[in-house]
């Protein structure tokens, strides 16, 4: 059997790059691409094929999909769209363009790509695609509105197509993952240093007592944390099942968060999610 291939996005650590190990390690040909060169070229010292792929840059998105496409011969069995960050604030202290910024990253960028890669599944006759979305693509938590809107509008797109895809040989795919080991959080610091005037804020108090001791103190792993690998799991599943399922889930929050949301009143729910 030929060797199926897949693009990766946001190798550069955390799920992306456990996702690429695992994958080649079981015989894929995979694309990890990153959004800058060095990370790149360090993919590439590892024996990868590292396009340049940053989603905030459409002409990366269309050139990295070309190059990958050029290497296969027009062909890709499947997509991962993975890279993301994060905007720590209060709502009220959200710029309008700090969530212009994060939505052309983390959706706006992911949606293109997508419809870029959809021609070529339809033609050769299959094709996954699998979103990495969060536990905070259904429920959402303070201070963490920029991500839950982004993660909140994937999850709708991403069920939209799934459905206007039954009729083509293309599998549309979700996961969900809760805390996993990545450098998410520190990550988001120049984008809250960018755009987060906290000590301006009418809840200056909670910046300064709580929500910067979190975002610049690395007190260790958080309750019910899992390895990235355990997304890679379940992405290979998602990937080789005959009938892959709609939804992956991954940690033990993300599982009692849906059943909370399936049995609690939005009430209910809002005092157990207003403690995060």
């Known amino acids: ?9 946001g190798c550069s650590s955390g ?6 190990h695992g994958l080649r390690d079981t015989g894929w040909r995979v694309f990890a691409s990153c959004r800058k060169l060095e990370d790149c070229a360090r993919l590439q010292g590892e024996g990868f094929e590292s396009p340049l792929i940053d989603y905030a840059d459409t ?11 050029e290497a296969t011969g027009g062909t890709l069995d499947a997509l991962f769209n993975n890279g993301a960050f994060g905007t720590p604030g ?31 599944m339809r033609k050769q006759g299959h094709g996954r695609i699998v ?42 795919i979700l996961i969900e993952p809760g805390p996993i080991t990545s450098k998410i959080r520190a990550n988001s610091i120049p984008h809250f240093e960018k755009w987060i005037d906290w000590e301006n804020s009418a809840r200056v ?12 103190q690395d007190n260790g792993p958080d309750t019910f944390e ?42 209910g729910l809002d005092r157990i999610l207003s403690r995060g």
């Open 90 to 120: 209060a709502v009220e202290d959200l710029p309008t363009d700090a969530l212009r910024a994060i939505f052309e990253a983390n959706f706006f960028g992911w949606h293109d790509l997508t419809r870029q890669v959809i021609p070529a």
């Open 226 to 267: 899992l390895p990235a690998e355990a997304v890679a799991k379940k992405l290979k599943h998602a990937l080789e099942a005959r009938k892959p399922r709609p939804v992956y889930m991954v940690t033990t929050p993300t599982f009692l968060m849906a059943a909370f949301r399936r049995i609690l009143t939005t009430r």
């Open 205 to 216: 108090e909670h910046y300064r007592t709580k929500l910067r001791k979190r975002l610049y």
């Open 15 to 20: 799920i992306g790059y456990a996702s690429a």
């Open 59 to 69: 002409t990366t998105i269309t050139n990295g999909l070309k190059e990958v496409f």
């Open 131 to 172: 979103q990495c979305s969060s536990v905070l693509g259904f429920v959402t938590m303070p201070w963490r509105g920029a991500y839950n809107s982004t993660k909140f509008a994937l999850e709708g797109l991403t069920h939209t197509l799934r459905i206007e895809m039954r009729d083509t040989p293309i599998d549309v």
């Open 1 to 9: 059997m030929a060797q199926k291939s897949i693009l990766i996005t």
